[in-house]
């Protein structure tokens, strides 16, 4: 038998009004202003860093003529928190989305998922950004987005949607876009394009001391994958222990790509992106595309490990193939250089008779974004077709044999610096031979 639930109090009680009536759903998840985790401590961007993201997502706004931008992110590798990570400072895990609603001029709001002691610790999280944070009552983040809208006499007005993941052009879910737009009846709601990337392609400092602390995290993950790959471990437990140095270091795991291959008799060009429960032996090589996160800020690595000498065929293909590859296109990492440049250096492989998987470079704005540097082409934007001071680049280029057998991923993270380029890990550019 089920019963319908009183309604809830329309605004949060008091701490001393609703102190003693915490077992009450009701006033439990309108609770505000408690001191619930009043002596959490979370690293802040500055008021400063956070109004130059305001006024720079306002610009473009004004650009597009745009009275209000919602700005969602969530948990995926290719939306890591998005735009509302980028405008708030918090990472979301419970969703598929929450949301930061953006007045061109007015207070922000982050609607979140939840209510309770979950969006008391949101607040304290968040509160160098903003400081209106809202339940989304259940699920109803369209609703309680429309009531704010309307609370800033906004509801004739231009409103423009920010992509949820920009690499498959998704946007908010159908039923909070649903109740959306019936609670703005009269307002004309625009699906914009890439504002996320554009605003994120060239990174300020704070952003890049973030992406250092991300980039030493890979580091410490491929150190401990290393320890850990030993005859008899399997792919599984070299991913915990990767995993293990990442979130015992303050980040976050973005994704953990492992695999492994005998060298003498080798089947695999990339890491597997589920790694399993193979059994490493001595003899194998272990290949992998590590990436961790520090607060939304991402950082990737991947270096081959032999369990045991490499074979001469192995050792060959790094000596002569994959390591003076990456070398060369590490080289056009500098400002003024056209990224087309990266792709002609990328040429060197073809000339030496062999393949690679396609892509070969890319750019980091939260997570994997452009420019795209392939073998044969590249895709970019017009705002990133030549290197810049604090773009970020993953150099990734993955030879592969002329057979399609066996191939290397070697990879690292780079920040364009005014004088070329400073990688984000101090892990060795060698064969790893444990």
């Known amino acids: 038998m089920s019963t319908i639930a009183p ?3 329309q605004s949060a009680l008091s701490w001393n009004d609703m102190r003693h009536r915490l077992s009450d759903g009701r006033v439990f998840n309108t609770m505000k202003e408690t001191p619930y985790y009043r002596d959490a401590k979370y690293e802040q961007f500055s008021a400063a860093e956070y109004a130059r993201r305001y006024a720079a997502l306002r610009a473009k706004m004004r650009e597009q003529n745009l009275d209000v931008v919602i700005a969602p992110g969530g948990p995926s590798h290719w939306s890591f928190g998005g735009g509302m990570l980028w405008l708030s400072g918090h990472w979301e895990w419970h969703s598929n989305a929450v949301y930061v609603v953006v007045p061109l001029s007015g207070e922000p709001t982050l609607v979140y998922g939840m ?6 610790a949101v607040r304290r999280e968040t509160a160098a950004a903003l400081s209106d944070v809202r339940s989304a009552r259940g699920g109803h983040h369209g609703q309680v987005m429309a009531e704010r809208i309307r609370e800033l006499g906004l509801e004739r007005g231009r409103i423009g949607l920010m992509e949820l993941e920009p690499r498959t052009g998704d946007y908010l879910p159908v039923n909070q876009y649903n109740e959306l737009r019936a609670g703005l009846p009269d307002a004309e709601i625009v699906f914009t394009k890439g504002f996320l990337h554009e605003l994120l392609s060239v990174h300020s400092e704070e952003e890049l001391d973030c992406i250092r602390k991300a980039g ?10 290393v320890r850990r790959a030993v005859p008899g471990a399997t792919e599984n437990d ?3 222990a990767a995993a293990a140095a990442i979130v015992e270091g303050g980040g976050d795991i973005d994704f953990l790509i492992i695999g492994s291959t005998s060298m003498a008799n080798p089947s695999m060009i990339f890491g ?11 003899g194998d090589i272990i290949i992998m595309e590590l990436a961790a996160g520090y607060r939304g800020y991402s ?5 081959p490990v032999c369990i045991g000498k490499p074979t001469a065929a192995v050792r060959r293909f790094w000596d002569d193939i994959t390591l ?15 990224v087309d440049e990266m792709r002609i250096a990328g040429e060197f492989f073809r000339d030496k008779g062999v ?3 396609p892509i070969h470079c890319h750019g980091i704005d939260l997570v994997s974004d452009g420019p795209h540097v392939f073998a044969d082409h590249i895709e970019v934007e017009h705002f990133e077709e030549v290197l810049k001071p604090g773009m970020v680049i993953m150099a990734e280029p993955n030879p592969v044999t002329a057979d399609g057998s066996f191939g290397i991923f070697f990879g690292h993270t780079f920040i364009v610096t005014d004088k070329g380029w400073e990688c984000v890990d101090d892990f060795p550019w060698e064969l790893t031979v444990v």
Do not use: D, Y
């Open 7 to 9: 309604p809830r109090p």
């Open 272 to 282: 597997n992106p589920r790694p399993s429960g193979r059994v490493l032996s001595k």
């Open 115 to 120: 209510g309770g002691t979950h969006i008391e």
């Open 355 to 357: 393949q690679s998987r």
């Open 299 to 303: 950082a990737q690595i991947g270096s």
């Open 238 to 240: 070299l991913r915990g």
């Open 216 to 225: 030493k995290l890979c580091e410490n993950a491929m150190r401990a994958l």
């Open 324 to 338: 003076p590859g990456f070398e060369r296109i590490v080289a056009q990492i500098q400002p003024g250089k056209k």
